[in-house]
């Protein structure tokens, strides 16, 4: 049993929303910026995507390619680790299955774990099934516009069922792994795989 | 950065945390002392989750900047009372002391600094920011004793506020500031209001006031920035274009895009 806090009531969300909320979170309007340290700006020219599988054979993609690969959307809510949720967001990209088609086609082979690796050095890692079966995208548009730096562009990874950390910014590379191994917020106190419904929040939740 | 998954730690349990002291900082911020039976300790930069229960039940959780030493006994926690803000109104308002909640933390691992690293220390805050760079100023403070360990770990702080009386430790900051032979800056702009006869800053921070106010980047300090998301991203974008390496510059925003 909770310790009761004197006189608190508090704001209930309306029940349509709260079983959108997973435990512990309040819905924002807002779309809330984190990051662990400065925006980074690579020019479209410079930027790629590639994808590396065990064997270090690598997929890659420059901007204009990966723009003419099939795009996939989705409409989904989005679950923060800091407890805010944002319900209904809009993106556009190309699905993680895509790319493995794709790779596929160039000789690479999967693996059960990744590990996203990021401009700035940012790293995170997420389970190969949880990218996987339309679950996963590259994201570079966010309702219907250019996704904003400061959110990740020109692109980031969403994979929107874990907590929004593993949905990393100015992804650049798929690092495909045998083994699962802890990214950055993962080494520093963070579950290990994030699960806004099992609320595992920091590393020894549930 | 990766590493090995380690094996499970133990979890991170909630804890009752019970109002020792009410300080008012501000019209609208608070300082809420706490008793935190067992807190296990944590380091400057680091924050907590709160939790709130209703009489019927329903809770909800927000996260807070720690504001204390890691070498005070309690715990302290700063809180903004926002517009609409459901929890931050009722740790704001009605609370007083004696009134418990609960808490869990320490927690986050890379916004934090402790006296065991070199290089000078540059924290800018805008706002309620100051809070996690409060606990590192006050860390600074209490783990080194005398002047000469000071000067070797020089700090400059750049606060940005709207009002000068929205300025927050503004006493206490003086008082830090005026104790350490000027191995601790403290340079304020006033963006609004500023009080009569200022002399200080009276704009937004810009890259000649980040300019002026930080080391050259060849001295490598520490730089953490903590406000509002466009004045963080404004100046670490600035600071690293001054030439510091942008794995120095750790932030911590709040609130949304174009938000002030």
Not at chain 1, 71 to 76: A, D, E, G, K, Y
Not at chain 1, 150 to 179: I, N
Request: charged share 25%; proline share 8%; net charge neutral.
């Amino acid at each position: 049993m909770s310790l009761i806090s004197r006189g608190f009531r508090g704001r209930r969300p309306a029940d349509a929303q709260r079983q959108s909320l997973p435990p512990g979170q309040y819905e924002t309007r807002d779309f809330p910026v984190l990051s662990a340290g400065p925006t980074p700006h690579t020019p479209l020219a410079k930027w790629d995507f590639t994808i590396r599988d065990v064997h270090g054979k690598l997929a890659r993609w420059n901007w204009d390619e990966l723009n003419a690969l099939p795009r996939t959307r989705l409409t989904t809510d989005i679950h923060c680790v800091t407890k805010w949720s944002k319900f209904g967001t809009n993106w556009e990209g190309v699905s993680i299955d895509t790319l493995l088609v794709e790779a596929a086609k160039r000789g690479l082979n999967p693996a059960p774990h990744t590990m996203a690796v990021c401009d700035g050095g940012y790293t995170t890692n997420v389970p190969l099934a949880d990218l996987t079966d339309g679950k996963g995208m590259v994201a570079f548009i966010y309702e219907g516009a250019p996704l904003p730096p400061e959110h990740g562009g020109p692109a980031r990874l969403l994979v929107p069922h874990l907590y929004f950390w593993k949905s990393a910014k100015w992804v650049r590379e798929l690092r495909l792994m045998e083994r699962d191994q802890a990214g950055f917020w993962e080494s520093l106190g963070y579950h290990i795989y994030g699960d806004p419904w099992r609320e595992q929040r920091y590393t020894g939740d549930p | 950065m990766t590493a090995p998954v380690a094996a499970p730690a133990r979890r991170i349990e909630w804890r009752s945390a019970t109002i020792a002291k009410v300080i008012e900082e501000t019209s609208t911020v608070r300082t809420l002392i706490l008793d935190v039976p067992g807190w296990p300790g944590h380091r400057a930069g680091q924050h907590v989750d709160v939790r709130l229960t209703a009489e019927d039940g329903y809770q909800t959780q927000r996260s807070y900047s720690i504001a204390s030493a890691p070498e005070d006994a309690r715990v302290a926690l700063t809180i903004e009372r926002l517009r609409e803000g459901e929890v931050s109104s009722y740790l704001c308002g009605e609370v007083h002391e004696g009134d418990r909640f609960e808490l869990r933390g320490p927690i986050g691992g890379y916004f934090v600094w402790d006296v065991s690293e070199r290089g000078p220390l540059l924290l800018v805050a805008g706002g309620s920011g100051i809070v996690p760079l409060m606990a590192m100023l006050r860390h600074r403070a209490a783990a080194l004793a005398d002047t000469k360990a000071r000067r070797a770990l020089p700090a400059r702080l750049l606060y940005s506020s709207r009002r000068w009386s929205d300025v927050i430790y503004r006493a206490e900051l003086e008082r830090l500031a005026a104790g350490d032979d000027d191995v601790l800056q403290v340079r304020h702009t006033i963006t609004r209001e500023p009080p009569p006869q200022w002399n200080g800053f009276h704009r937004r921070i810009d890259r000649a006031m980040l300019a002026e106010v930080s080391w050259p980047p060849a001295e490598r300090p520490r730089i953490f920035i903590c406000g509002p998301t466009p004045l963080v991203e404004f100046a670490a974008t600035e600071l690293s274009a001054l030439g510091h390496d942008s794995a120095l510059i750790k932030t911590e925003r709040f609130g949304p895009t174009g938000a002030t």
